[in-house]
């Protein structure tokens, strides 16, 4: 069982930046994929990046490259998804989410979900 606990959002204006944090518990933690997701108003769900527990790698939404960068701590059992250059079009209701396996982008494919911090970026 994970349990996961997002914090770091707020308000923000167009340009500025943010860094999410996600605190995992759970003694696997270090082994599995964790993602951060994020939804607005009306819209589905969608994948923001990705970071495998295993390897390490990582996979970024085309939106969101070269602006956010996702690390973990895993002594500290965290995920943290650093958020530059944001824009008005970032703003949702952010998802931090694990999974025991690869990386994948679907959703509906991953295990254990945060109940989300809210982002909102002024223009």
């Known amino acids: 069982q994970v349990q996961l606990a997002e914090s770091g959002g707020g308000l923000v204006q167009a340009g500025g930046s943010l860094r999410l944090s996600c605190a995992a518990s759970g003694r696997t933690f270090t082994t599995y994929t964790m993602g951060w997701f994020r939804q607005s108003p009306g819209k589905d769900r969608e994948f923001v990046v990705i970071?495998?527990?295993?390897?390490?790698?990582?996979s970024y939404a085309d939106s969101v490259k070269g602006r956010f960068t996702i690390s973990r701590d895993n002594a500290k059992n965290i995920v943290y998804l650093q958020m530059n250059s944001l824009k008005p079009e970032d703003t949702a209701v952010y998802f931090c989410?694990?999974?025991?396996?690869?990386?994948?982008?679907?959703?509906?494919?991953?295990?254990?979900w945060g109940q989300g911090t809210q982002v909102t970026v002024s223009s």
């Open positions: 989410a694990a999974r025991n396996g690869g990386i994948v982008t679907r959703p509906g494919l991953y295990d254990y």
């Open positions: 970071i495998s527990g295993r390897t390490g790698s990582t």
